[in-house]
Every structure is written in C-alpha cells, then in structure tokens.
C-alpha cells in the first residue's frame, strides 16, 4: 500500500498487500501476475499507462500505473531502489485533473489525486492527444463505482479463507457472556424486522418491567426511534450501559410520561438513587438543537423543514427526569473533527511542519478531541465500577455514542481486550447499532465535499491506540491491527465496514456475498498479536486523559513519510519476541529430551537422576523470560 521507499509498510510486510497470499487458502493462491505486484481473486486489470509521478519526497520519477478494478499501483522506472506505490480505490477520496492543454511548466499537466489515508498523490503525462482522459475516465469510474451504478470490490472479491469471520459475533452469545437476560433484564425481538428502529439491530436487551407498547411509545419520543437499549452490564454491581438518542422535547420542552417511566425503569434496575445521563455534546449545542425547530418556523422555506428538525431534539431537563443527573461531555460534532483531521494533515503530508511543531500540532485541536473523548468515557466508567448506571447519547446516537460506550466497555472489561473481544466490541458497538460508515466514509461515492464525511472512527481507533500505549500489557492485539482495521476501513475490499446499518447490509446480502475483514484477521493471529500482553481478567483501566500524556500517532498520520524514521516493531519488542523464540525452542528440546528418557533405552539415565530433580513444569518455570 505504500512507497517502497517508506520502510514501516513495504510490499513485504504489509497486510494490505501481502495478506491474500500469506493467509488465504491454496484456491486464493491463483493470481495474476501485474508488474511485482500480485492480483487478488477476481481483481482484473483495467488500464496501464506510462506516467510521471510527482513524489513529494523523491521529485519527479518516470514509470508505469496499472489500475485495476481493485487497485492502483505505480512503479517507477528510474529510481534505485524502486518507488511504488499500491493503492486501494477505496482509499481514493477525490480525483481532479490538473492544469490544462495550454498549461506551462514541466509537469504542470495531470492528475491530483486526494486520498482518504492522509496522503496526495500527483501525476503528469504529456500534454498532446488528450493523454490524461482515458486514465482520468477511468480512475473516476472505478474509485467511485457506486456513483456509476458499479459493484463495491467486496462483491467482486474471490478470497477464501480459512475461517469466516461473520461468525465472529453473535448477539445472543455475548449477552449470555455478560450474564442476560437476568430478572432485571429482558432481551426482545421486537425489532425483528426493523419496524421499531431501522437502524438498530434486531436483538435488543430492555428492562424487563418494560412492555413492547412501552417501547414503541418511547420510540415516538427518541430522534430516529433510537430508544435507550443496554449495551453492558457490570456482572457484580448489575450497573449497566444503555445508549441512545436525543429526546424530542423541542423549544417548547415538551415532556413524554412513556420515556420518563422508561429511563426509570433503567435506574431502578440495579436500584441506585439517580441515573446518571451523558449528554456527549457542549451544552450549548444541545440548546442550539432544542431551538432548532423554534428559530426555522421564523424561515420563509419553514414547508422544506424536515419531520426530524420541526419536532425539534433536545435534553432531559430536570423537572421531567426528577432521578436523573445530566452531564455534558463537551465532545464536538462532526463537522469539528472533520476539519481538525483536515488541519492535521496539512501539517504532517507532504512535509512536517518542523519550526513550529507544537504550536502546529496544537492549532489542530486534533488531541484536544482524543482528550475529551477519553474524559468522558472514563467518566463513564468509573460510575459504572460506583454502581450507578449510565444512558449515553449524543444527537441521533450513532457517533460520539458509539465512540463513549465502546470505550467505556474497553476500560471496564477485559475481554474486549483480546484479539477476538475487539472484533466482537466494534461488530456490536459500531457495526450492529448503525454508525454511518457509508456517509461517514463515503464507500464507492464522489460526494467528496459532502457534509456528512467525518472521522469519528478514525477517531476512535486514535483512542485505541493511546490506551495501548498507556497500557502496554492489557491488550491481547498490537499497532498492526488498529492500522489495518482503519486501512480496510477505506479499501472495500471486505463488507465489514460497508453501509449504514443492518437493515441496509442485510437488504444487499452483505455476509453472504462478500468477505469480513476478521476472515483475514484471524487466519494469521499472531500477526496482530501483543507480545507483552498479561491476561488480567478484573482490571479496570483509567487511562490518564490530559495532553501531556496523549500523542500523536505516528506510525499511522505520518507513515508516508519516508524521513520520518519509524519501525513496526519496538527494539525492545522485537528482542522480547526472540526471546520467546528461544524459549520455545528450548521447550521442545525439553520435551525431546523427556521423550528419550522415558523410553525402555534409556532406563539407566532415569535410575541414574537425582531423587529431588526438577519436574519438567520446574523447568518450565525457569525457563520464563525475565520480563
């Protein structure tokens, strides 16, 4: 996926590329050769053209771009070593072209291409004959094959592989996990086919004092039917998670006696005096949004006036939700995140912004975000480990929610800690309660400037990570898999992360047509393995959330940087895998060794041992490496 010149994500060690081959099965081995780059099952070359490649760290480099239905990939033809470069399309979030026919300046001709993984990419050809249409044509059909009426690669994909990772999670299971239904708890299916929220799963934990007619009441008064549903409970205090949206009390605060009975329904459960609520936005914008609908019947186009916005969101006052406690969290809306990260990549692609670096990084407000999202998830937390339960919404509660409850659930359970917790975390949190990755991202489409881009899983993801570096022994998986969750996040060369919610995966057949991305994941775990991961199965994490202990992330916002000296692995980490080798290795002599020894052969050496000699579990022990 990157540069040959960059060394941390090379054509040898990156999972975007080398994974088919490395992890599939012998039937996915059958690829066709392009340049040095192999072809996934039922990738097709599309186009290949001599062109310029105008690298910003190497100049200008003459060679040759293939374009599959997959892929773009260059090689240069006059470097030593080579640069190339292996593109997903997905990754591809807009293709303009540059100068024109009577354009001046040597390469000033071609194509700029924006990319959604924090890189442009710029390309000139030769300025007689149209050079660039059929390539522009091209590229702009296949990058954005939704807008052409086209199929997403993952429908075209032939991979197999050893395991199906749709199996990963199943919602009925995990609640078992967690201990539910219980006398407290019901699980309900009565949005079975979508008809309560078509964007919530199917399978729904409620209280079990509440009816189905009391969840379809309080689903009139939750912005897009998106009542409060348990997302975790606490197995010892019974404290529990509940997510949601915004209530529609509108300017007038309006009030529903049906969704005030509900949320105490929620707070007698584990029989605390108050229910604590997280509002995930500043209060002012939850203010801005109770008036809302109050300040647009003053509008002259009041008739285009959504449904949504004319009954008008809001919050939970204190005179109609007399036990709850409302805390405002001040995390910032999409549109703030998406202009953050579009100021951090100014400063990292092409160059680092060296002179004034921290004033730069500061200017971004990048990490500030990181900050109060992590805040208010530990807030989150620790009342859940005092015994109070919790209901978190922001909006429509499908992106700072998801962001708060799943890491909440990551600091509080340590299952979600591991290699196969993590994948059933975001398949839950994320995937089954609907956060738009298709708006969000923009799969296959060439809306670049629409409104509704943002990187609240980026964001996420960022979380993730500086947790594990806060934490370096409580997590099962290491950096690579956080990098390739978020390079497939863009590729659309798996389903997992393709469309809004599950009505709309289910409408397109997505489990049974494409691939999940934990099929690749798991067909090699210790790829993505932590070496230094110690199970610890009752710890909460607190992760210290102020900027003096937050990071950029830079093995992920600056990888294509090749003078920005990076490695995949630690030295330390690297030496710690070596030794674990040579543990290994010594156990197996251990064992042969044992072998030989209890065979009729060898009797005399067993007579011959001492009568207080080590027991091979003695050996064992000692063999631990000093970590």
């Known amino acids: 996926m990157a540069s040959a010149s960059i060394p941390v994500y090379n054509s040898s060690n990156n999972p975007l590329e080398n994974s088919s081959s490395h992890n599939a099965s012998r039937e ?21 053209k001599d062109i310029i490649y105008i690298c910003p760290f190497s100049g200008a480099l003459k060679g040759k771009v293939f374009i599959t239905n997959y892929r773009l990939y260059f090689k240069s033809a006059d470097a030593d070593p080579a640069v190339t470069l292996d593109v997903p399309l997905g990754a591809i979030g807009r293709v303009e072209k540059m100068g024109g026919a009577s354009s001046r300046g040597e390469n000033s001709y071609g194509l700029d291409i924006t990319c959604k993984d924090m890189r442009n990419l710029r390309f000139a050809l030769k300025q007689e004959g149209h050079s660039r249409r059929d390539i522009f044509d091209i590229l702009f059909k296949y990058a954005f094959p939704l807008s052409h009426g086209l199929l997403l690669f993952a429908y075209l994909s032939q ?19 967690q201990g539910l239904p219980n006398d407290k708890w019901r699980v309900t299916f009565i949005n079975a086919n979508y008809e309560l929220c078509d964007t919530y799963p199917t399978i729904l934990v409620v209280p079990f004092k509440a009816t189905e007619e009391d ?26 998670i509940c997510r949601c949206s915004q209530p ?24 605390t005096a108050k229910l604590t609520i997280y509002d995930a936005r500043p209060s002012v914008n939850a203010v801005a949004n109770k008036a809302l609908a109050s300040c647009l019947l003053h509008c002259m186009l009041v008739s285009e006036v959504r449904t949504e916005e004319a009954t008008g969101g809001g919050y939970e006052g204190d005179d109609a939700y007399q036990n709850a406690e409302l805390v405002f969290l001040d995390i910032h809306n999409i549109h703030v995140m998406r202009e953050s990260l579009k100021k ?27 900050k109060l999202v992590i805040s208010g998830a530990i807030q989150v937390a620790d009342k859940i480990s005092g015994g109070n339960s919790v209901v978190v919404h922001c909006s429509d509660g499908w992106d700072r929610t998801a962001q708060l409850t799943s890491l909440a659930m990551l600091m509080l359970d340590s299952h979600y800690r591991t290699l196969r917790g993590f994948q059933v975390l975001l398949e839950k949190e994320w995937i089954g ?27 996420f993801i960022d979380c993730v990570w500086q947790m594990t570096k806060q ?17 497939h996040l863009f590729s659309c060369r798996f389903g997992t992360f393709l469309f809004n919610c599950e009505r709309a995966r289910d409408t397109n057949e997505l489990r049974s047509k494409t691939v999940s991305l934990w099929s690749l994941v798991n067909s090699d775990l210790s790829f993505y393995q932590n070496p230094f991961y110690t199970p610890e199965s009752n710890r909460v994490l607190y992760p210290v959330a102020s900027m003096r202990h937050l990071e950029l992330w830079v093995t992920y916002y600056i990888r294509w940087n090749p003078r ?25 002599k251990l064992e042969e060794l044992q072998l030989s020894d209890s065979s009729p052969n060898s009797s005399h050496l067993s007579n011959s041992s001492t009568p207080n000699a080590a027991s091979p579990t003695q050996h064992i022990t000692h063999l631990h490496t000093p970590f």
Not at 29 to 47: F, H, Q, T, W
Request: hydrophobic share 35%; aromatic share 10%.
């Open 433 to 459: 309660f609907g956060h738009k990755f298709a708006n969000r991202i923009g799969h296959g489409d060439k809306n670049h400037a629409d409104q509704d881009r943002s990187p609240i899983f980026v964001q």
């Open 564 to 588: 920005i000296r990076q490695q995949q692995q630690s030295p330390v980490e690297q030496r710690y895998i070596e030794l674990l080798a040579l543990r290994d290795e010594y156990l197996k």
């Open 344 to 370: 951090l990549k100014d400063i990292v692609y092409p160059n680092v912004e060296e002179s004034h670096w921290l004033s730069s990084l500061e200017s971004t407000h990048w990490l500030e975000h990181i």
């Open 159 to 177: 991979e197999k592989f050893e395991e199906n990772g749709w199996s990963v999670y199943k919602p009925m299971e995990e609640f078992r996990r």
């Open 28 to 48: 996915s081995l059958k690829m066709e050769p392009l340049a040095d780059c192999s072809l996934l099952p039922g990738e097709e070359r599309i186009i290949d």
């Open 471 to 487: 934490f370096p022994t409580a997590f099962e998986f290491n950096e690579r898999l956080l990098v390739t969750i978020l390079d």
């Open 215 to 240: 969840l379809r009441k309080v689903c009139t008064f939750r912005s897009r039917g998106r009542i409060p549903v348990l997302s975790w409970i606490h197995r010892e205090n019974q404290a529990v």
């Open 248 to 271: 529609l009390v509108g300017m007038s605060g309006k009030r529903n006696k049906d969704d005030e009975r509900y949320l105490d329904l929620i707070r007698e459960a584990n029989g």
